[in-house]
């Protein structure tokens, strides 16, 4: 009898289980734990979603994998109004969340072994495990040129960057378009936080004129509504791009069931139309982020790119990043070290900010104690 090959064979350690240990350290604390581990959204989801999402719970039927006509009107106005992304709505697609189409997006596109796949360096660690399941190579890097003759049939861009927060200028982003439309290659652009950006910073979709020079051809931008609209509990996100890759996406996701809930995509609609609720919560997060920010440095912590996301980009001199990470938990701080997003990241942690204001105000207490 073969030997059966099985896929978590293909994967690594899943990074979240070796902060165990840390995570028991720190909610010994007396005063408990500050998590500012996973960049979870804790406060309440709006109201007018809450409304919307009730409104369509009498559905009995199939939804529409396409989504509704109302959905992809709305997708397409929100990128056009918020981000100057001119988009048929036709070229749009629901997903269950960005990071079931992050792990799957090579293995739709028909992505393979013999297959090299690009992803940041430092990284939101999905790229990595999407390529692994379809059997494809990933290569982590920033750049393009030194890739040589391997077959590149996907890219994958981060900006604003998860765990750096950095933002990628317009230029940087024109050349990657070109250097994929030369060979043939889709570039897929993780922009998640795209709304989230700080200190004056806009970050800029590949999808933009300025960038794409008015064609969508070859490219997809992903987006979600976990952070801008606290629905990190209901799985709502969407591409959209070129109007061929999303046709062959949505074929491809019928057949296999990819479909978000009906009442999901109500609510994605009321939350996509409504503007006043994300800044409400993007000015929760910049006070924050500020307190946190400052606690931070007082205390010696450096802060690097962090100008866009929900986190800070943080090293302390003197120590890697566990040794931080231990250092932070034996004061009831839960971060999470730059290992897991690339070896590059062993310097630092990653600190979110989207604890509750009162447990941010404990973290902040707690930093200033450390710094006296």
């Known amino acids: 009898m073969a030997e059966r090959r099985r896929v978590v ?41 809450q409304r919307a999402l009730g409104e369509a719970a009498d559905a009995p039927g199939y939804p529409a994998t396409y989504g509704t006509p109302r959905l992809r009107e709305s997708i397409a106005d929100w990128l056009g ?7 048929d709505p036709a070229a749009t697609l629901p997903t269950i969340g960005s990071k079931e189409l992050v792990a799957w997006l090579p293995t739709l596109l028909g992505v393979g072994p013999g297959d090299t796949v690009v992803h940041p360096e430092l990284a939101y660690p999905t790229y990595d495990v999407g390529i692994r399941l379809a059997g494809a190579t990933p290569v982590a890097s920033d750049g393009l040129t030194a890739l040589g003759p391997a077959r590149v049939p996907l890219v994958w861009i981060n900006s604003p960057a998860n765990p750096t927060g950095r933002v990628l200028p317009v230029e940087h982003l024109r050349k990657v378009v070109a250097w994929a439309r030369e060979r043939g ?33 070859g490219l ?12 990190a509990g209901y799985r709502a996100a969407f591409l959209a791009g070129d109007p061929a890759l999303v046709t062959e996406l949505l074929e491809v996701r019928k057949h296999a069931g990819m479909i978000v809930a009906a009442p999901v995509q109500a609510a994605m609609v009321a939350a996509l139309d409504d503007d006043s609720h994300a800044d409400e919560q993007k000015e929760r997060y910049r006070v924050r982020r500020e307190l946190l920010r400052g606690a931070l440095e007082r205390a010696g912590w450096r802060i690097t790119h962090s100008e866009a996301g929900l986190y800070l980009w943080a090293s302390l001199p003197g120590h890697d990043a566990w040794s931080a990470v231990r250092l932070l938990a034996e004061h009831g701080i839960l971060v999470a070290p730059g290992e897991f997003y690339g070896p590059s990241g062993a310097g630092h942690v990653r600190v979110a900010f989207t604890a509750s204001d009162e447990r941010v105000a404990a973290a902040v207490k707690r930093l200033e104690a450390v710094a006296g």
């Open 81 to 87: 109004r918020r981000h100057g992304a001119v988009i």
């Open 9 to 49: 064979d293909r994967l690594p350690t899943f990074p979240w289980d070796r902060l165990a240990p840390a995570k028991k350290v720190a909610a010994a604390h007396p005063d408990g734990i500050v998590d500012l581990s996973v960049g979870t959204p804790v406060d309440p989801v709006p109201e007018v979603i």
């Open 185 to 217: 290659a889709v570039v897929a652009s993780d922009e998640c936080y795209i709304d989230l950006g700080w200190d004056g910073v806009r970050p800029v979709s590949i999808l933009h004129p300025d960038v794409c020079g008015g064609s969508h051809e």
């Open 220 to 231: 997809l931008a992903v987006h979600s509504l976990s952070k801008r609209s606290n629905l």
